[in-house]
């Protein structure tokens, strides 16, 4: 009997997808865009209740279109949907519509079952619009048990940033194995993003309690992670699919809000409990961006409400706190106006806020204190000049360049032990990612938002960001360039971004493993 | 008439130390020569200040001119105020007594933003500053002693970071806050001169710090020539003028003892070791493990002004202390009593009984119980080393120098102006 075709569409990553069914077991169906023959790249079968048959008689049916020869146009060519002799005509109009439409008219198991190929990377539609209607059916869905004769699923965690990276940590048994595996969506107001799940990564010795009624494997932990595109506008839920389960949605779980370093945290700690490395390295690049996109330097733009002789210290203070007073005061001389003082910790306590009293009172320039928070904003009056440093490199380097007035051209300032024996530009710039190398980055205000806006916030420290931004500027030659000709040079140990996570390494190692992976991903 | 301000980290009506005592004689010796002069001093935290301060109090007077300050208890790592207002009170306090010349006698407590605004705020004034122990150099109570144990000869970073737990960065930035803070004063002053070398060795330019001993006044002790019995007799009396803590030796004494009991000799003179300013009951608490031979005796506590009088009565002071010492005034004393000392030999004891005291190895209980036993029933000995003691220098000696060394005499045209010539 051929296949009775219900929607067609074309996704984002030009996979052809058909949808209906039919009562073969294996039907062989094709694809025909004008003369090429297409065979499915996938066919996944589900139950289909309105069939009044407990087979699983639906079928979604994925054709790659990639291999198209150039010049076929998939909106203008002629497609069918073939099996054996039986040809159905497929309209374009459809391939651009019927997403939407089975979105909002499909049968439920359709669109589980759309869901599960989205969960599961083989389906990509990242549009708003088809986001948003996925989102809405799925508010109103009942979730699926956590616990039936079948399976039963533990949540640990289920944590996102305000920035949209997200990190799920649990445990699924299944009462008996099935092909399917384990996946799961995330979805807010109006974005649904596929969960990186790895079902079966984790021991968890703990759950053999349960052998009796699961299969218990002694590896039944899972991780995943995710992160949106963009900020998400409001709360998000998980959705987990679990397999067998075509009658619901899957497990709806709320997804919980947490702080960046809490997530990292979380992220390390689930890391430490796989064993295969490969899936470590895969649970944390499910929260990164593929692609970095890397700040060009721009022509100046002319900037209102910009105060030319206020100089703007972003300071990731690395020291003690009660050394904050020494550190503004040592710059104190070099000042050509007042310091305005954005101190990179998430709030301020008695020892900061009285070193920022402190200083006040000794630097004639004038101090004030633009904010305490771990994220850099753009003020609303633009300083003359931004200067970026950890108090470290601060105290140690020589900060008369980095806040001489009238400089127009940006000042990297670096601390390169390889370099000062022996060294080319080109090393420099690789040893300055590689290495951690400390520096201080010194530019005109206007232009150090302008290029910062590009870097996206993937990372735990505003300093990885800016790591790139000077980087830019170093290989694009638009930095001057200072050696800190030091002997003797000290890291700090203090702030949030010294802390340790479980697995030892502080934040600024974490940023640099994110760094890897992206740029691993760009390369892949 | 210029006028001199007077501050030490803490005020000997309530805390009895070293520093503090020095500072309080040079105020009350220039109060007795008319001067127009302030002392302040402070309480050393928040214990001290909640038995005599109200809880909005800052200050309490002894005198018109004798100040003590609230001491909130200053971090001696940064030494700094942990509260900014508090900095800004004593700022103003100091700052509203207009002195010509300031003489700090320490700096904990008073704090290193203070003294820097101050000098800022009075850029004509003199600032002076006694260093009266290691705290700007060592961390660990200034003692240069390592939480180990071990005698620290140098501060680095990295050793600093290894024995006092902090990260290496911490010290740089502390010694370049103290560096600071001391190239603000005029003229630095050290009691002796294995003070001023460490300090120089740590990176005060050579020839900034000038050695002045803490002036120290006392009567004539040779008004009555010993017998030879006398002498005989106090060739087996020992003592030890001190605190019990750690630092101060007095385990190390007390074990010398017990080697010298253990040796079961009959001595012909009798032999005794009597501890002073320590009680048997605080000893065994601190050293539960030493046992306590039946030369050792505890006197107790003693007043300070009786310590010259209590220590003529023995033929050898004994000073045992583990860490460098600086100048400690029960030296001086002992010098004031013409009483000779058995010192360890190193640091501020090395250098104060040179020539007229005995050295043993530091910390070492055996090389202390032999110089005990190399001098006991020897009055020739006892006689020949107390007549190589000089008597300490007075306070108005300690003024003269102080006046020369500071360059605080008036000059010429500024006497004329005073006289009406």
């Known amino acids: 009997m051929q296949m009775n075709m219900d929607f067609c569409f074309v996704d984002d990553h030009r996979v052809l997808a058909v949808t209906g069914w039919t009562t073969e077991a294996r039907p062989l169906l094709r694809v025909h865009v004008d003369d090429v023959v297409l065979t499915p790249v996938r066919v996944a079968r589900h139950v289909r209740r309105d069939l009044r048959s407990s087979e699983p008689l639906g079928v979604i049916a994925l054709f790659s279109l990639s291999g198209l020869p150039e010049g076929v146009d998939i909106a203008k060519a002629t497609i069918h949907l073939a099996e054996g002799n039986h040809f159905n005509e497929i309209r374009n109009d459809r391939l651009r519509e019927d997403a939407r439409r089975l979105v909002e008219v499909g049968v439920d198991e359709v669109f589980f079952a759309m869901l599960r190929l989205v969960a599961q990377r083989h389906l990509v539609l990242s549009d708003q619009d088809t986001g948003r209607e996925i989102c809405a059916r799925l508010r109103a869905a009942p979730s699926a048990a956590r616990e039936t004769e079948n399976h039963v699923l533990g949540v640990d965690r289920c944590q996102m940033t305000e920035q949209g990276q997200g990190v799920v940590i649990g445990w699924f048994m299944p009462a008996s194995a099935s092909a399917e595996p384990l996946c799961a969506l995330v979805v807010e107001d109006e974005m649904v993003a596929p969960v990186e799940l790895l079902p079966g990564s984790m021991s968890r010795a703990d759950l053999s309690g349960y052998a009796s009624r699961y299969r218990f494997t002694g590896r039944d932990g899972y991780g995943g992670g995710w992160h949106f595109p963009s900020r998400p506008s409001g709360p998000a839920r998980l959705l987990l699919m679990v397999p067998g389960e075509h009658f619901l949605p899957g497990v709806l779980v709320p997804v919980e809000a947490a702080e960046p370093a809490d997530l990292a945290q979380n992220v390390t700690v689930a890391s430490l409990g796989i064993e295969d490395i490969a899936d470590r390295a895969r649970l944390r690049s499910a929260l990164l961006p593929n692609a970095l996109s890397h700040s060009q330097p721009q022509e100046p733009a002319g900037v209102e409400n910009e105060t030319s002789g206020e100089t703007l210290l972003i300071l990731d203070h690395d020291l003690a706190d009660t050394d904050l007073r020494d550190v503004l005061r040592r710059i104190g001389p070099h000042l050509p106006g007042r310091l305005r003082l954005h101190l990179l910790r998430p709030r301020l306590n008695m020892a900061l806020r009285n070193g920022i009293d402190g200083a006040s009172r000794e630097i004639t320039a004038g101090l004030e204190l633009e904010g305490a928070s771990l994220g850099i904003t753009r003020p609303a009056i633009m300083p003359g000049r931004v200067v970026f440093a950890r108090s470290a490199s601060l105290f140690q380097f020589d900060p008369e360049v980095l806040f001489a007035p009238d400089q127009s051209d940006a000042q990297v300032m670096l601390l390169d032990p390889i370099g000062t024996v022996l060294g080319s530009p080109a090393a420099e710039v690789e040893r300055f990612a590689r290495d951690l190398l400390p520096f201080a980055l010194s530019m005109r205000g206007a232009d150090f938002f302008n290029l910062l806006d590009h870097i996206p916030h993937c990372f735990l420290t505003e300093e990885a960001r800016l790591r790139l931004l000077a980087e830019a500027l170093m290989t694009a030659g638009d930095a001057q360039m200072h050696r800190a000709d030091i002997y003797r040079y000290f890291e700090g140990k203090s702030g949030p971004h010294c802390q340790n996570f479980a697995d030892g390494r502080d934040w600024h190692a974490y940023d640099a493993e994110s760094r890897h992976l992206i740029e691993r991903a760009e390369l892949a | ?421």
């Open chain 2, 1 to 421: 008439m210029s006028r001199t301000v007077i501050v030490s980290h803490s005020h000997p009506n309530l805390r009895y130390g070293g520093g503090e005592v020095a500072a309080y004689r040079q105020f009350e010796h220039l109060l007795s020569l008319g001067q127009d002069v302030f002392f302040v001093g402070s309480t050393i935290g928040p214990e001290d200040s909640a038995k005599f301060f109200g809880p909005s109090q800052q200050v309490v007077s002894f005198g018109p001119r004798d100040f003590c300050l609230r001491g909130r208890g200053m971090d001696s790592f940064t030494m700094e105020h942990a509260d900014i207002r508090d900095e800004d009170w004593i700022f103003e306090f100091l700052l509203a007594l207009q002195g010509d010349v300031y003489h700090f006698h320490h700096f904990w407590n008073i704090g290193a933003g203070t003294i820097r605004r101050l000098r800022a705020a009075l850029p004509d004034a003199k600032f002076i500053c006694t260093l009266h122990e290691l705290t700007a150099i060592c961390a660990n109570h200034g003692q240069m002693v390592k939480r180990s144990g071990e005698l620290c000869y140098a501060s680095s970073e990295v050793a600093c970071a290894a024995c006092v737990a902090r990260p290496p960065i911490d010290f740089v930035l502390r010694k370049a806050r103290m560096i600071e803070m001391l190239d603000l004063f005029d003229h630095l002053l050290s009691p002796s001169e294995f003070l001023r070398l460490r300090f120089e060795d740590w990176g005060v330019a050579p020839g900034r710090i000038v050695v002045i001993e803490n002036g120290l006044d006392h009567h004539d002790a040779s008004a009555r020539p010993e017998t030879s019995a006398e002498l005989l007799a106090k060739s087996g009396r020992f003592a030890f003028f001190g605190q019990a803590t750690p630092t101060k030796g007095l385990d190390v004494l007390v074990r010398a003892a017990e080697l010298i009991a253990a040796r079961g000799e009959e001595f012909e003179t009798p032999l005794s070791i009597e501890i002073h300013g320590v009680d048997k009951e605080s000893f065994t608490q601190m050293w539960p493990d030493i046992e306590l031979p039946d030369c050792i005796h505890f006197r107790g506590r003693y007043r300070p002004q009786d310590c010259v009088d209590i220590m003529r009565a023995y033929g050898w002071i004994i000073i045992p202390s583990v860490w460098w010492e600086n100048s400690p005034v029960v030296i001086q004393e002992a010098r004031a009593a013409r009483t000779p000392m058995i010192a360890s030999d190193i640091g501020g004891m090395a250098e104060k009984t040179e020539g007229w005291g005995i050295q043993f190895r530091v910390a070492d209980p055996a090389a202390l119980a032999a110089a005990i036993l190399s001098v006991h029933g020897q009055p020739e000995v006892l006689a020949e080393h107390r007549a190589r003691i000089t008597p300490p220098l007075d306070l108005a000696g300690f003024n003269e120098e102080w006046v020369e060394s500071c360059e605080l005499r008036p000059a010429p045209s500024e006497i004329r102006k005073l006289v009406g010539v």
